[in-house]
């Protein structure tokens, strides 16, 4: 169990170390795009995927994480949810394996670490 939790984690990282990049992407190759709006006191990014779905959506203030975050799966359903509070995690974290057939839900504490896990397969 400690080790799907470990390749989860893994894998998640890398989603979140992408959602912190606001540049737009300039290479003509690249199939994605991604869309950044100022709303007020905040900045609303959206990446998408090539088929036009939503790959990641995420809140920024003052160039760090702040709000929800959310990511997709290439079909539209949700893999990542959570939130971040001036740039670190906080609160329950929820992950869903592509196929739905596992949840693990993650409680970072005010520190921004992790206070609580839990694996539930379906």
Do not use: C
């Amino acid at each position: 169990m400690k080790q799907i939790f470990l390749a989860v984690a893994l894998l998640t990282s890398g989603l979140v170390l992408q959602a912190q990049d606001l540049r737009p992407d300039n290479n003509p190759s690249s199939k994605e795009r991604m869309t950044i709006a100022e709303l007020g006191d905040r900045t609303e990014y959206t990446k998408y995927y090539a088929n036009g779905q939503i790959k990641e959506r995420g809140y920024y203030h003052n160039g760090e994480r702040h709000g929800i975050f959310v990511f997709y799966h290439e079909s539209g359903r949700v893999l990542i949810q959570g939130q971040y509070f001036h740039d670190r995690k906080v609160g329950t974290w929820l992950t869903t394996s592509a196929d739905q057939s596992q949840h693990y839900e993650l409680v970072y504490g005010p520190n921004g670490r992790v206070s609580k896990q839990i694996l539930a397969a379906q």
